[in-house]
């Protein structure tokens, strides 16, 4: 139970930081963003597959800290960017699993 | 593992996802009401920041009993953990915390000496309806399985399949009462907006923060609970989805259905119940359930 208590604890600390560094960029009221964030989406995805895949508690917690960071930003940021950084780790873990 | 390292790990993980689900509860309400609502993590930080806010006691409560209360909410759902994903042990304690935590939402409001604390302390006596459908889901599963241990419920779950399949009425109570407890649910009577709070209206400080630890250790509890009697043995990935799935359907409950007054309250969840009560009966009778 240890691990899952780091990953949750891994993601809380990375959601807060997401949301604090999230609110300092971007202080206006409430905007719905479309445009895609590069960087971030790029956070998203090497998060969510150390997340899921690496198979190591210390990658994994990375991971979730860096899947937190982006998911826990601000409302109306880092959406798009966390369902692409999901679906990438999932579709990485479906073919790990089947063809590994 | 140490027990008492294993107690510890479980009540952070209980806290930390209980925290988390509530915040995501509040989101899918706010996506399903077309508003942004706060962020998932709104709820974790929110429960942490009354811990470090000033303590404020009014001068009407009864004081020992008003500090103690809260502190004896957080140490029921702490004996939840233990009982439950700790121990695996018997459903029994299980009813036990339940019943005293409606000890507890009724004295937690009539100790501030608030009338909106007392008014609430009333509904929990009234709100005590949702008990008896979840000790009538318990009878049954003592009925099939033949144990009340959590254990060896899970063990007779492997060999039988999920339970939800052969009671599903009796899971259906029991949604009820998680339905119940869901944050803007409505049968959520005792926190009728029409009463500030409710009961935790006049907490502050500390002791709000104990009371929002509680209830995210009780939503995990309650939902560990369910996940475990009804769907068999999971995994820690099955438990996540099972929970993550249930906090979105309460969300889009309570999101799209306004809280009843008392007597409705009341009235619809004793029907329910009992309808799902009868049925079960029947279906045990007729021999629908093996």
Same mark, same amino acid.
Request: hydrophobic share 55%; aromatic share 12%.
């Given at each position: 139970m240890l691990d899952y208590m780091i990953y949750i604890l891994a993601f809380a600390v990375g959601s807060i930081l997401g949301l604090v560094y999230s609110y300092k960029q971007h202080g206006e009221p409430f905007v719905a963003v479309t445009k895609l964030n590069a960087p971030a989406a790029v956070i998203s995805i090497v998060g969510w597959v150390l997340a899921f895949n690496s198979g190591n508690v210390i990658l994994s917690a990375v991971g979730f800290i860096l899947a937190g960071f982006i998911m826990g930003e601000r409302p109306g940021y880092g959406r798009k960017e966390t369902a692409i950084g999901l679906i990438i780790a999932i579709i990485v873990y479906l073919l790990l699993r089947f063809t590994v | &593992?140490?027990?008492? @390292? *294993?107690?510890?790990?479980?009540?952070?993980?209980?806290?930390?996802?209980?925290?988390?689900?509530?915040? =995501? $509860? /509040? %989101?899918?309400?706010?996506?399903?009401?077309? /508003?942004?609502?706060?962020?998932?993590?709104? #709820?974790?930080? #929110?429960?942490?920041?009354?811990?470090?806010?000033?303590?404020?006691?009014?001068?009407?409560?009864? %004081?020992?009993?008003?500090?103690?209360?809260?502190?004896?909410?957080?140490?029921?759902?702490?004996?939840?953990?233990?009982?439950?994903?700790?121990?695996? *042990?018997?459903?029994?304690?299980?009813?036990?915390?339940? @019943?005293?935590? %409606?000890? +507890?939402? $009724?004295?937690?409001?009539?100790?501030?000496?608030?009338?909106?604390?007392? =008014?609430?302390?009333? /509904?929990?006596?009234?709100?005590?309806?949702?008990?008896?459908?979840?000790? @009538?889901?318990?009878?049954?599963?003592?009925?099939?399985?033949?144990? &009340?241990?959590?254990?060896?419920?899970? !063990?007779?779950?492997?060999? $039988?399949?999920?339970?939800?399949? !052969?009671?599903?009425?009796? @899971?259906?109570?029991?949604?009820?009462?998680?339905? !119940?407890?869901?944050?803007?649910?409505?049968?959520?009577?005792?926190? *009728? %907006?029409?009463?500030?709070?409710?009961?935790?209206?006049?907490?502050?400080?500390?002791? /709000?923060?104990? &009371?929002?630890?509680?209830?995210?250790?009780?939503?995990?509890?309650?939902?560990? +609970?369910?996940?475990?009697?009804f769907f068999g043995p999971l995994t820690a990935v099955g438990y996540l989805i099972g929970m993550i799935v249930i906090t979105f359907i309460t969300g889009f409950i309570n999101a799209t259905t306004p809280i009843l007054s008392p007597n409705h309250s009341v009235m619809t969840q004793i029907t329910i119940g009992a309808i799902c009560f009868f049925g079960t009966i029947l279906m045990i009778f007729t021999g629908v359930v093996a």
């Open positions: - | &593992m140490n027990l008492m @390292a *294993d107690i510890l790990i479980n009540v952070i993980i209980a806290f930390l996802a209980g925290s988390l689900l509530l915040g =995501l $509860h /509040r %989101k899918i309400m706010a996506r399903v009401q077309k /508003r942004p609502g706060p962020p998932i993590v709104q #709820h974790l930080i #929110h429960s942490l920041k009354f811990f470090f806010k000033e303590t404020a006691i009014p001068k009407t409560v009864s %004081k020992v009993f008003y500090i103690g209360i809260v502190f004896i909410l957080a140490l029921i759902w702490i004996v939840g953990v233990i009982a439950g994903p700790v121990a695996h *042990d018997s459903l029994l304690i299980l009813f036990g915390v339940y @019943a005293v935590y %409606k000890i +507890v939402e $009724h004295n937690s409001g009539s100790s501030s000496g608030s009338p909106y604390g007392k =008014l609430s302390c009333v /509904r929990a006596v009234l709100s005590a309806a949702t008990e008896l459908p979840l000790f @009538a889901a318990i009878v049954f599963v003592y009925l099939v399985t033949g144990t &009340m241990n959590i254990g060896e419920i899970i !063990t007779y779950q492997s060999v $039988h399949g999920p339970l939800i399949f !052969t009671i599903p009425l009796a @899971a259906l109570m029991f949604f009820m009462l998680i339905i !119940t407890k869901s944050p803007y649910s409505p049968f959520a009577i005792t926190k *009728d %907006k029409v009463l500030v709070s409710g009961f935790e209206t006049e907490h502050f400080g500390l002791l /709000r923060g104990f &009371m929002l630890f509680s209830e995210s250790i009780a939503w995990y509890v309650m939902l560990w +609970v369910f996940l475990t009697i």
